[in-house]
């Protein structure tokens, strides 16, 4: 182990002679996670009672229950007897920031639960620091942009995140809305490119001052660094992202599948 985790969004495809095919309740899960992940589900009470379920896919109760404990293993639902099954909002899991992060939906969901205001700066190399995590060397004067995400009616931010987006596309920055979701969605929309995929390292590191007073932590408070890379169909990187999460208020997750 390096201490240091890679996220590939795209996996390689498994061949007939080598693919095991899922327990039922398996491939019912993957199917709600996937809806939910996409937003199907953006009103909490409105997720399909059991008996729904069971008509909609043809399967059994049991297949059922299977699946939704599963995911409310995940923490994307709830269960209570009386008021049927909850989608649990990605700021409101585990009461922190429970972010499951095995592909793009998820990072656009867990983007679509919250608001960022980004504030475009001066151009600027890539830290030095966050070179040397990634392992990249990226060259010239990136454009940069910084901001707050803000979970809605609280104050506090919930996370810090800085951003570089690569040189050649001056283009589609001037374009970008710094008020959206998302950099690299309106990258890929604007520059006319597309996600191949994503890696991320999390590191602890210690806060700066500034870091602590956008945040409001105090000295000492620990701060969790999640940098993530974005490389398009060439297997350029073009935007580089850095998060600081106040470390008691994030929790990391990813579903893992065993063949």
């Not at 899922?22 to 993957?30: G, H, N, V």
């Amino acid at each position: 182990m390096t201490g240091k985790e890679k996220l590939a969004v795209k996996a390689p495809k498994k061949t007939k002679s080598t693919a095991k095919k899922k327990p039922r309740y398996i491939e019912l899960a993957d199917e709600l996670r996937s809806a939910i992940m996409q937003g199907d589900y953006a009103d909490p009470g409105n997720f399909p009672t059991e008996s729904v379920l069971c008509e909609k896919y043809d399967v059994s109760r049991f297949t059922v229950r299977e699946a939704l404990r599963k995911l409310t293993s995940e923490g994307l639902i709830t269960r209570k007897r009386g008021s049927g099954t909850l989608v649990q909002p990605a700021t409101a899991r585990a009461g922190a920031l429970h972010q499951p992060l095995s592909n793009v939906g998820e990072i656009l969901q867990y983007a679509r639960d919250t608001t960022i205001t980004f504030e475009k700066r001066p151009s600027a190399t890539i830290p030095e620091d966050v070179a040397n995590q990634i392992a990249i060397k990226p060259q010239g004067q990136w454009f940069t942009f910084r901001g707050k995400r803000l979970k809605p009616g609280k104050e506090r931010p919930i996370a810090l995140t800085e951003a570089w987006v690569h040189p050649d596309l001056a283009d589609a920055v001037e374009k970008i809305d710094t008020n959206a979701v998302t950099l690299f969605g309106q990258i890929e929309a604007l520059a006319k490119i597309t996600v191949s995929r994503v890696t991320q390292d999390i590191q602890a590191i210690k806060a700066s001052k500034s870091m602590l007073t956008d945040l409001g932590l105090e000295k000492g408070d620990p701060v969790l660094r999640i940098l993530r890379c974005y490389f398009d169909q060439k297997d350029r990187v073009f935007e580089i992202s850095a998060s600081y999460h106040p470390g008691e208020h994030f929790a990391y997750s990813m579903h893992i599948e065993v063949d």
